[in-house]
């Protein structure tokens, strides 16, 4: 499926991915390829996504997460530095 993580700064991320994590406003969940679609607001926390078998985390301050069609647009509000 493919995923894009967009700040209102840039575009962080844009690929292939074979699941990916997210900090909801209600718990963490996980979408996975044909997931039905969904909306849903994000808190701070950890979005994490898995491509070409290697996992990648990144800290998010919360925003918003569509799934449509095998698409996962995310639109965060910042991303945190370390």
């Given amino acids: 499926m493919l995923l894009e993580i967009v700040t209102p700064d840039q575009k962080y ?3 292939e991915v074979e699941s990916a994590t997210f900090p909801g406003s ?8 044909n997931h039905a ?3 849903s607001s994000l808190g701070k926390g950890e979005l994490s996504y898995k491509a070409k078998n290697e996992l990648f985390t990144v800290n998010v301050e919360g925003g918003v997460v ?3 069609n095998n698409k996962v647009i995310v ?3 910042s991303i945190l530095q370390d």
Avoid: A, C, N, R
């Fill in 13 to 15: 991320f844009e690929g």
């Fill in 26 to 33: 209600d718990g963490s969940f996980q979408v996975l390829k």
């Fill in 37 to 39: 679609p969904i909306i």
């Fill in 66 to 68: 569509e799934v449509l």
């Fill in 75 to 77: 639109l965060v509000e």
